[in-house]
């Protein structure tokens, strides 16, 4: 089934959100204009990979007279379900407009059907709250293995293969 293109001349909300349980959660970046509000799966290392990167480029960016230094942050609202899982992603900049544009790919697994895509311009302010918030969703996570780096499971009260 073809899905239509989301390409929008702005964003009003940007954030990430997990739904689950801790070991076992999904998630998600959800954008919203108006009363459209698209949520898009992806993996964890995808959200903070993408956290970073934008931290990144946001010391690169020329500086704004205009820029605001607070960040927007925006409530996540837990989807009833995913519009699509997340592929392909990557970070353009617009000078004339002062605009991170996110770009996203849907995954799929034919290789011969065209994936959905999702055109999404950040303000400054909208991208620092992300950050912030990729970073702590990341971080609300279980704790790793001190030997392996594995995320460790509750229900084994920390154990790990590796100490064996």
Do not use: H
Not at 49 to 58: C, H, N, P, R, S
Not at 71 to 87: I, K, Q, S, Y
Not at 94 to 121: G, H, I, N, Y
């Amino acid at each position: 089934m073809e899905r239509p293109d989301i390409d929008w001349g702005e964003t009003d909300a940007f954030a990430a959100g997990t739904v689950g349980p801790q070991g076992r959660r999904v998630f998600f970046l959800q954008a919203r204009r108006g009363g459209e509000v698209v949520s898009l799966k992806l993996e964890k290392q995808q959200v903070l990979g993408l956290a970073e990167f934008l931290d990144g480029l946001l010391d690169d960016l020329p500086e704004v007279p205009e820029a605001p230094d607070e960040p927007e942050a925006a409530t996540f609202l837990e989807p009833d379900e995913a519009a699509w899982v997340v592929g392909n992603l990557g970070v353009a900049y617009e000078q004339s407009t002062d605009r991170r544009v996110l770009s996203l790919q849907e995954l799929l697994r034919d290789e011969d059907a065209v994936p959905a895509e999702a055109r999404f311009p950040l303000r400054r302010g909208q991208v620092l709250a992300f950050i912030v918030q990729a970073r702590e969703l990341v971080a609300a996570g279980r704790p790793p293995c001190p030997w392996c780096g594995a995320p460790l499971e509750a229900a084994n009260e920390g154990w790990c293969p590796c100490a064996n």
